[in-house]
């Protein structure tokens, strides 16, 4: 028997190639539909005053479909900036401080689920394996169900599930949890997500957790595990010994002088500790004179979500601390901290790990960090770099063991976890780095995608086998 249809559902579509600047849930999931082929739904990007009666746009990359719709502006203000960026990422990265809640934008985000699984239903068999992705789409299977779709449906969280002390400041999140119950299977990055999930179903929702991951709410008994995601480990090693990230390698290591290189990749956001990570480089200068003038920190900051004005402050922030560090400790032919807010191919990225001798992934909450896991993929085994990993991200359950794990509030210890990185002993680089390349290696993202959806296909389907025609006869152009 095929394999049945594999359709994916998340915010941005694509693409499909490696090459892009795609953040971490795109490079996961184009490994798993080049390989296997399907349907891949979700917004297109665009808002449109016509979004709510235009058609989907669709394009063909050999046996993957790419199918999207626009927004309208107050969907693209109330769905994605509002409740999506504004109330629930704060939020399920355990920033209370800077959740905003507005009623407008919860009942777009319901409208906006629902017009979307409106759309998606009539293009849907009843053996599909329908994959959901991300908090943009907590309520997307439960308008699926609505919509009349019986067969197998997979929610995966790509960002951490806060403690239910927490996200029961969400006015919805009672809502929102007995959303989540409409999936089959729904998958974290780590056990403490899950567990956390598991606490709010118990706690807040009368429920029972029960044997091999499964949870009953009511009537419902859903399996909620962890499916930690990985990377392209070989393909990206391959990257990091290419041509243009030679080049980059070269330019970095020339512009350096023989002083080492610390790097930070990160997008703008402020989860990721960007700043914290500057007072801990500054703490550094400060406290240990013989490291003046001995080493550059380079921190690339793609910029993200720049129409909300916490990313904007964050890059006046970011840009202000190091600008203020810079003209503490520079001197004529050195300048401690580069920032750059532009892009880099991924080819170009890995030859920048590649030269860099401390990698700081210092996120204050993080659902995984690929990041963490590319720095590894990209070193020289014969002579390795060494990763600085807070204990706050996802990537620590895997990479403990070689990582020098660090409080990212703390730049006392960023300070002391810098100089032990600087000075640390080849052999002990590698050591560590050793134990970190086996869960990078064999954890890769094609490993991910298979485990959840062998995971989500051992689901018994709730629908009759000859049940595999579209749901719907109609055109979905209405
Ligand atoms: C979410 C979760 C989870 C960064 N700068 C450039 C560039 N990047 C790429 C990195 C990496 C990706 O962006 C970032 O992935 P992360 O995992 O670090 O973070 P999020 O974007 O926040 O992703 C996260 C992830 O989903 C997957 O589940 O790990 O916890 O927050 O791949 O390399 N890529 C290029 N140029 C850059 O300048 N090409």
Same mark, same amino acid.
């Given at each position: 028997m095929s394999e049945p249809r594999l359709v994916v559902v998340s915010n941005r579509v694509g +693409? @499909?190639?490696?090459? #892009? =600047? %795609? &953040? &971490?849930l795109a490079v996961g999931l184009a490994d798993a539909l080049r390989r296997r082929g399907g349907l891949w739904f979700g917004w297109s990007g665009d808002a449109d005053e016509g979004a709510l009666t235009g058609d989907i746009k669709t394009e063909q990359h050999g046996t993957t479909e790419l199918a999207t719709l626009d927004l309208t502006p107050e969907e693209l203000d109330g769905f994605y900036l509002g409740y999506s960026n504004r109330s629930l990422w704060p939020l399920l990265h355990y920033r209370l401080d800077l959740v905003q809640f507005d009623r407008s934008f919860d009942a777009t985000y319901r409208a906006v689920n629902k017009r979307f699984a409106e759309r998606l239903a009539p293009r849907l068999r009843q053996d599909d394996l329908v994959w959901v992705h991300d908090y943009h789409f907590f309520t997307m299977g439960a308008e699926l169900r609505q919509a009349g779709y019986l067969g197998r449906l997979g929610f995966f969280l790509h960002i951490p599930f806060c403690p239910p002390e927490v996200f $029961? %400041? @969400? +006015?919805a999140s009672h809502d929102l949890v007995r959303a989540l119950l409409a999936y089959d299977l729904v998958g974290f990055q780590t056990e403490t997500d899950r567990l956390n999930f598991v606490a709010f179903c118990v706690r807040e929702l009368g429920g029972e957790a029960l044997a091999d991951d499964r949870v009953r709410v009511g009537d419902r008994i859903v399996r909620a595990s962890a499916f930690p995601i990985g990377i392209d480990a070989e393909g990206f090693s391959r990257f990091a010994v290419s041509p243009e990230a030679g080049e980059h390698e070269e330019m970095l290591r020339d512009i350096a002088k023989g002083r080492p290189l610390v790097v930070g990749v990160d997008r @703008?956001?402020? $989860? =990721? #500790?960007i700043v914290e990570r500057l007072l801990g480089f500054e703490r550094l200068l400060e406290t240990r004179e013989e490291m003046r003038g001995g080493v550059n920190l380079l921190q690339i900051a793609p910029l993200s979500r720049a129409e909300l004005e916490t990313y904007a402050e964050l890059r006046t922030e970011m840009e202000a601390t190091a600008g203020r560090v810079n003209g503490r400790f520079a001197s004529l032919d050195w300048t401690p901290i580069q920032i750059m807010t532009t892009g880099f191919t991924r080819r170009a990225l890995a030859g920048i790990y590649r030269a860099a001798r401390v990698c700081l992934v210092t996120p204050l909450r993080d659902g995984m960090n690929l990041v963490a896991k590319e720095y590894v993929a990209a070193q020289d085994p014969g002579d390795p770099g060494v990763l600085l990993l807070s204990r706050f991200a996802g990537a620590r359950a895997e990479l403990e063991e070689g990582a020098l794990l660090?409080? +990212?509030?703390n730049p006392d210890n960023l300070a002391e976890a810098l100089q032990r990185a600087l000075t640390m002993p080849k052999a002990e680089r590698i050591r560590r780095h050793d134990a970190m390349r086996r869960p990078v290696f064999s954890g890769t993202a094609t490993r991910w995608c298979e485990s959840f959806l062998e995971a989500l296909g051992a689901v018994p389907p709730d629908v009759p086998e000859e049940a595999s025609a579209p749901l719907f006869k109609a055109s979905d152009r209405h």
């Open positions: +693409p @499909l190639d490696d090459e #892009g =600047k %795609a &953040g &971490g $029961t %400041a @969400l +006015p @703008l956001d402020y $989860t =990721k #500790g660090v409080n +990212p509030y």
